[in-house]
């Protein structure tokens, strides 16, 4: 490929080796392993440190060296950064800070506390030249660019110091709900940017788009929906560039990037909506694809496609992880990609040839009229799945006291490998979490991955899409709730709260009503913002859920029933665990676990139960592992950092035989990545404690420990 010639200086930069490829952000120094200067630790996402002071004979002495408080509290997902002693994160409304990273003084905030995102965040980017030091993080569908001193905008970046990340998706974008949780990838003076968007029929494009870090301004876009006469538009209708009923293909999880080479490696997501895709015939390239691009023009070297036209949510879930491997007796610069699904791909960074061999295996037909599901998926031989990929009869929480009903519903499910959501229900096992998920993997320089995942079974049932004649009869509030906000939070408002979903009865009894309009137009956690509804929609859905809806109103409406939105037959009745009665997986221990596998041979290490649930521990069953979210950090030393449990623990292990080396309690669960960093001699390793997933406590801090 003539593209990938190496230019001027780039042998050079290469046979500095590892030290030098896991460089930190900024463009003026490499790393001197001190700081933790990039999300997951570089560019690179290895999750890894070179630090040794913290090691396996002295871990267990470790003590809590200062907190943070933060005035909020609430999910916290952030991976902070640090470097040259100051660490950057966020709080739980989405406000920056700057801290002193040896005693967690706080240096500056930036945000606006009466404008609350209640949304989630994993972290800021940082970009320095010479003097000019900046934190670059988003809020709601703005681009910040802030002074990394102050913690002011900078003027000039943009408008009064935001770019728009609607910018370069075209017109139909243009008031649809867009946010980013996840830091953008630098190179040079380029930041390429994730974004979230809707799951639903009113997705927005997922264009991957390159901004100037000094300016704001778009500099290039790849479209993941392709246009006429480009790659890949014959997988898609005619008419799908157009994005009037076809959206996302987005890359919200994060990207690496091989600066010496100049090329950035991006995981996308699904097509829209995630579940039927009959509007969206065809193999569907870019969705669900791993992306080698030219860095600094958004040219593609070379792609990968894990899920064909994806009707399962499979999402690629976390950034790529560079690594150098051995094959053959050859050292290898290869790129490995995590999955919802449990697997692991492995491909030459430059090339994209498959490091294992690669099968595409025949999967079940829909049965939903209209659907047209691909015949064959791609199953890697190697490395094993982490993840469980079926479930029998025998599998069955035999802790469960309502064993014979969970059996009944697993009779009568679908329950095959990528079984297609049909109206009797079906299996999807990892479920939509994962597997793998967005706390991604850690990687030692010689070749190890460290991946955590959950094991736990989901249920997705498809229903005919509701007819306006069906809906005639409703309040216009309440034809919208039907329409959207019925299949999470139930058709009696109460929620799934184990799943995730919060009650909305008796809202207005905890809740004001611009409260409710807030969340309703932007979103929270990872509720996505309804822009399609108008403000007249809004005040009819806001009057339902506040019980105060005028009678009359339901035969002579002002306000229209239908959103912009565009119409689907067919939608899945939510995005239901598949528990008992009592919020017990209907699968059978371990429900979560820790993997070691060695990416040169693609075999495991060993591979262990990851936390313990506070329920069945009580009861004296043990190892049970629980649901987990955010990764791991690897040390030179031999350590391997995690949280992410919902028994509200933070633990190191033996990164060599998964041996437990130990463990402290929280004050809130750590569902984030830790970052570790020396200042002043001393070595530290801090978590973000915010709970509220899984049904743990609010937390409102980040957590340092160091040696006495």
């Known amino acids: 490929m003539k593209r990938l010639l190496l230019p001027i200086g780039t042998l050079a930069a290469l046979a500095l080796g590892w030290s030098q490829f896991h460089q930190n952000a900024t463009d003026d120094k490499p790393n001197d392993n001190t700081n933790w200067g990039e999300y997951l630790g570089g560019p690179d996402r290895s999750h890894y440190s070179a630090l040794t002071q913290i090691a396996p004979a002295n871990v267990a002495q470790l003590k809590v060296a200062w907190t943070y408080t933060s005035p909020d509290s609430g999910q916290i997902q952030t991976n902070p950064i640090v470097v040259d002693g100051v660490l950057y994160g966020v709080t739980p409304t989405v406000q920056a800070f700057a801290l002193d990273a040896a005693t967690g003084k706080e240096i500056w905030k930036f945000g606006d506390p009466l404008k609350v995102w209640h949304s989630t965040s994993r972290g800021v980017t940082y970009w320095a030249s010479g003097s000019d030091k900046r934190i670059l993080y988003t809020v709601g569908p703005k681009l910040y660019a802030l002074d990394a001193t102050t913690g002011k905008p900078i003027p000039d970046f943009g408008t009064n110091g935001t770019a728009d990340l609607h910018d370069g998706l075209g017109g139909q974008a243009k008031d649809k ?29 997922g264009y991957i788009r390159a901004f100037n870090v000094r300016t704001g301004k778009l500099v290039w876009t790849f479209r993941t929906i392709p246009n006429p006469g480009e790659l890949g538009y014959e997988t898609w209708p005619k008419e799908a560039h157009k994005n009037t009923d076809v959206g996302a293909a987005n890359n919200w999880a994060g990207m690496a990037v091989d600066r010496p080479r100049g090329i950035i490696y991006v995981p996308t997501g699904s097509a829209a909506y995630d579940f039927y895709g009959g509007n969206r015939k065809g193999q569907n390239l870019f969705a669900n694809c791993l992306l080698a691009l030219d860095a600094r023009t958004g040219k593609r070297l070379w792609h990968f496609q894990a899920v064909h036209h994806d009707i399962w949510d499979r999402d690629f879930p976390a950034p790529p992880n560079l690594i150098t491997v051995t094959h053959n007796g050859k050292k290898i610069d290869a790129v490995a990609q995590i999955t919802k699904s449990g697997h692991v791909y492995t491909f030459d960074r430059v090339t994209g040839k498959p490091l294992f061999p690669i099968r595409e295996v025949p999967v079940p037909k829909s049965d939903i009229p209209g659907e047209s599901s691909w015949p064959t998926q791609p199953v890697p031989q190697k490395p094993a799945a982490f993840a469980r990929q079926a479930m029998t009869e025998a599998d069955i929480n035999p802790y469960s006291t309502d064993r014979d009903s969970l059996l009944a519903t697993f009779r009568k499910i679908g329950k095959r490998f990528y079984e297609p959501i049909s109206k009797r229900g079906s299996l999807l096992f990892p479920g939509c979490d994962g597997g793998g998920e967005w706390g991604g993997a850690a990687a030692d320089p010689d070749g190890i991955l460290y991946v955590n995942a959950n094991d736990i079974p989901w249920i997705f049932t498809m229903v005919d899409a509701p007819k306006d004649d069906e809906l005639a009869h409703l309040s216009p509030g309440q034809r919208l709730y039907t329409q959207n906000c019925i299949s999470c939070h139930g058709p009696e408002r109460k929620g799934n709260a184990r799943s995730g979903y919060p009650s909305l009865a008796n809202i207005s009894q905890r809740r004001d009503r611009p409260y409710v309009s807030q969340i309703i137009s932007n979103g929270k956690g990872m509720m996505p913002g309804f822009t399609a509804l108008s403000a007249e929609q809004k005040q009819a859905l806001i009057a339902f859920l506040f019980n105060d809806e005028k009678q009359e109103v339901a035969s002579s409406s002002p306000y229209p029933s239908k959103t912009k939105e565009p119409y689907l037959p067919y939608k899945v009745t939510g995005y239901n665990k598949f528990q008992d009665s009592k919020g017990l997986s209907a699968v059978a221990p371990p429900w979560g676990t820790l993997n070691a596998i060695d990416l040169n041979t693609g075999e495991y290490l060993w591979k262990i139960p990851l936390g313990e649930d506070p329920e069945m521990a009580a009861k004296g069953i043990r190892h049970t592992g629980t649901e987990n979210y955010g990764g791991p950090v690897v040390t030179a030393s031999g350590l391997l950092f995690i949280a992410a449990t919902k028994d509200e623990k933070f633990r190191a292990f033996d990164k060599k035989t998964g041996k437990l080396l130990w463990e402290t309690t929280l ?25 509220v997933k899984l049904g743990t406590k609010k937390g409102n801090q980040y957590v340092a420990f160091a040696l006495p």
């Open 667 to 691: 004050p809130a669960a750590g569902f984030a990545t830790p970052a570790t960093y020396q200042v002043g001699g001393k070595q530290y390793v801090v978590i973000a404690c915010g709970g």
């Open 177 to 205: 709900f867009i946010i980013s949780n996840t830091p953008g990838t630098l190179f040079e003076d380029l930041i390429v940017m994730p974004v979230r968007v809707s799951e639903g029929p009113d997705a927005a494009p």
